[in-house]
C-alpha cells in the first residue's frame, strides 16, 4: 500500500482558495481510495503509483478548469514493500489512534 500526503491549490488566485480546495477535497473522497483530510493536507492510501497520479491529476485539471493560472503541488510518498501499511497503522505507531 501507498501513503501519500496531498496538498495541491492554485498560488495565483488570490488570499483564500478554499473554494478550490474544497473542489480538489471531493475528488478525492470520490476517487475511491481511503483518505483523511488535516487542516494542510489530505492522507491518501493508493494500491499503486497509477491510481494516486491519477487522482492528482484529477485534481489538477480540475483546478485548471476552475480557471487557476498557477497550481501548487506538494507531495510525500511513502511506499513500503516489506509489510503492510494503512493510514490507521502510521497514526497507531505513534499512539494517534483517532484525529481529533
Known amino acids: 500500500m501507498i501513503i501519500a500526503d496531498l496538498a495541491i491549490f492554485p ?8 473554494r478550490y480546495v474544497k473542489e480538489v477535497i471531493c ?3 470520490n476517487s475511491g ?8 493536507s489530505t492522507t491518501i492510501e493508493s494500491p499503486d503509483l497509477q491510481s494516486l497520479f491519477a487522482v492528482i491529476e484529477q485534481a489538477h485539471d480540475l483546478l485548471i478548469e476552475m480557471g487557476a493560472r498557477r497550481i501548487h503541488i506538494d507531495l510525500r510518498v511513502d511506499h ?3 509489510k503492510e501499511a494503512s493510514i490507521h497503522s502510521k497514526l497507531k505507531a505513534v ?4 484525529l481529533k
Open 11 to 18: 498560488t495565483s488566485e488570490g488570499i483564500s482558495v478554499s
Open 27 to 29: 475528488v478525492i473522497e
Open 33 to 40: 481510495l481511503k483518505n483523511v483530510t488535516g487542516g494542510m
Open 80 to 82: 513500503r514493500t516489506d
Open 95 to 98: 499512539g494517534k489512534n483517532k
